[in-house]
């Protein structure tokens, strides 16, 4: 009852102040600060959500999405700049670590590292300092504020570099084989389905590549039952069928696990690549 008087509410505001919501919108509302974000605006927010999930319009759901992070992206970097030392480290590092091993043991040579949204850089630092054999290490974002600060902030490490781009459009423009592209706790998920997957046929024509991609899925998404995508959580993101994805794009798995991380949602890992002859590594649970 409490859900559908909040909707109620929201749509009437949406009716009453068009402008306000079109201005949420475009601005981003998909993740809210709640000591900046007015009770009005939340049932707008809900209204507009629940309207375009009702419609299955998933590409406006997406817009919304690229709405925040490239007006409000560098905020929540800065609210979260804890997060590679908390978050990343102890959960996601040992997958790098893997890569390390099969760059070691393989006759391809890689040059260069692509991390799609790279946030405030830390995780594209991290790996230059990781993989020395790695010449270039390149970090695109949407949030034009977020890269104009991290050249300042890497401005020493000359192996950085940072674009703001929208990864899709500088993937057509200037990626190459011998890369290496990384997402890193959710950028995939704000892609939709078919655009993550045109995505990934796109790396995939590109020549040799390994994709490590670290990023959430639905608790509640039984992948066997639906490989579609869906939205999941507080922000409506979507939880990727990443297995299926990267398959019908023309890769292998050379890892594949997954890991608890809130109640809402768990990590997937996974490690891919174009040219094995063969898969490696079968899914686990971690």
Sequence with gaps: MKSKIVLLIGDLLVFLMPKKAKELAETGMTITDGNKVTLTERFIRKSLLRKVEINSDHETLSRFHKAYWENQGNHFFAATSDSFEKNFLPECS???????????????????????????????NYLSEQLPQIERFIGIDLNQNQISQNR???????????????????????????????????????????????????????????????????????????????????????????????????????????????????????????????????????
Aim: proline share 1%.
């Design 152 to 286: 300042i902030t890497y401005k020493k490490n000359t192996q950085l570099e940072f674009v703001a781009s929208d990864a899709f459009d500088w993937v057509n423009t200037y990626a190459n084989k011998n890369m290496i592209f990384v997402t890193s706790r959710g950028v995939l998920e704000y892609f939709t389905e078919s655009r993550l997957q045109d995505f990934l046929q796109q790396v995939n024509r590109l020549g040799n590549t390994v994709f490590i991609a670290i990023e959430p899925n639905g608790v509640d998404h039984n992948l066997k039952l639906n490989k579609h995508s869906e939205p999941y959580g507080y922000e409506r993101s979507f939880s990727h069928n990443y297995e299926l994805l990267f398959k019908n794009a023309g890769f292998n798995l050379w890892h594949h696990s997954k890991k608890e991380s809130s109640t809402e949602h768990y990590l997937t890992y996974m490690g891919a690549d174009n040219y094995s002859e063969k898969e490696i590594l079968a899914a686990t649970t971690v």
């Design 94 to 124: 040992f997958i790098f670590e893997l890569l390390k091993e099969k760059l070691s043991t393989k006759n391809e040579r890689f040059n260069t590292i692509v991390e799609i949204g790279t946030g405030n850089g830390k995780v594209l």
